[in-house]
């Protein structure tokens, strides 16, 4: 199963957009410095699509495998809490 999904079959309002992407970003900075830009266009390019595409409800998959890049156990805790937040409120 891959992480996007065709673009008929989802309205745009459906998909991640830029300001969780920023988030996102942010938040893996704050653990990984700034190579987190660059960790999460390679994990959004392993799965064949674009940043335009990833679907709202796999953002806590996104999430997960990004959260695996961080090896200090308290960052990825950060991590993992602000993410679980962010999420919460985008899918309400």
């Known amino acids: 199963m891959d992480l996007f999904s065709g673009e008929t079959e989802h309205p745009s309002n ?3 957009d830029n300001d969780f992407f920023d988030f996102l970003k942010i938040q893996l900075s704050l653990a990984l410095g700034p ?4 960790i999460i266009e390679d ?4 799965f064949g699509g674009d940043m335009a595409k990833v679907p709202r409800h796999r953002a806590a ?3 997960d495998r990004l ?7 308290e960052k ?5 809490q602000a ?3 962010k999420i919460k ?3 309400a």
């Open 14 to 16: 459906s998909f991640l």
């Open 89 to 91: 409120e985008i899918t």
């Open 76 to 80: 990825k805790i950060a991590f993992q």
């Open 61 to 63: 998959e996104l999430a």
């Open 67 to 73: 959260s695996r890049q961080i090896q200090r156990p």
């Open 43 to 46: 994990e959004i390019r392993e």
């Open 35 to 38: 190579i987190a830009g660059y």
């Open 83 to 85: 993410l679980v937040k």
